[in-house]
């Protein structure tokens, strides 16, 4: 069965306390991984630039203000993700759309830069996604993403994996009032890709310079590439 409806509802859900959530689970960190994003996806100039999986919309708000002159666009698949990004960052400097990043309702080559956090955990076939991202992309744009990683097995994985497995789901209890939604969070970061896995599915996606940086730990990664100009 597809993730995505489950996904939807649950975003749906927890769209009200997601923000306190996220800076209170990353001790405050998150808005950092997301400023490193923008600035991996470069100057779009006066160029169109996404922001998948937008959900209450900090990356593609940072974008905004950082590249005023780019169009920016964000977009969810959960209307009430869409909602709050609209409340906190108002409707003039982003554009918000609801659409499925497996089905992208944009043509061809139509973005300088394509960015998304914490989205591919959330997909069934996370290739498809990143082909998708490609095709929308122009020759030469660029794609950066940004998600969890599986913890490595070296001296600090009992401390992260006893946060990950009953931290974070406390955590999501108390403030989200869902201690579901964070308990799949943990579950799907650790069946998730490990970072260089994940580098390499981004070049089977047919992306080159592809790199990427971790983050706390090594739990969060941030990846990048290029459609190439030819
Ligand atoms: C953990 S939130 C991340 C939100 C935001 N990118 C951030 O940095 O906080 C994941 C978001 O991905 C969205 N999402 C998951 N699967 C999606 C899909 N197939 N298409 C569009 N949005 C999706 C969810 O609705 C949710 O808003």
Redesign the pocket.
Known sequence: MS??PG??I???SI?GR??LM?RVMTMGQ?QKW?RF?VKMAGDPGNGWTL??????????SLMADTWPEAQTVG????LN??RQAGKRFGYTKTSWQA????CLPFGDESFASV?????L???DDSLR?LKEVRRVLKPGGRVVC?DTTPPAKNIFYPFVRFYFRFGIPVLGKLIADDESAYAY?TGSTMGFYEAEKLAELFRRAGFVDVDYKKFMLGTIGVHWGEKPLL
């Open positions: 993730k995505g996904v939807q649950m975003f749906d769209a997601y923000d996220n998150d997301r994003v922001d998948l999986a937008t959900g209450t919309g900090d990356i593609a977009s969810d698949f959960s993700m869409l659409c499925d990043a497996n960015t998304f956090g914490y989205l955990r959330n997909v996604v940004l969070l």
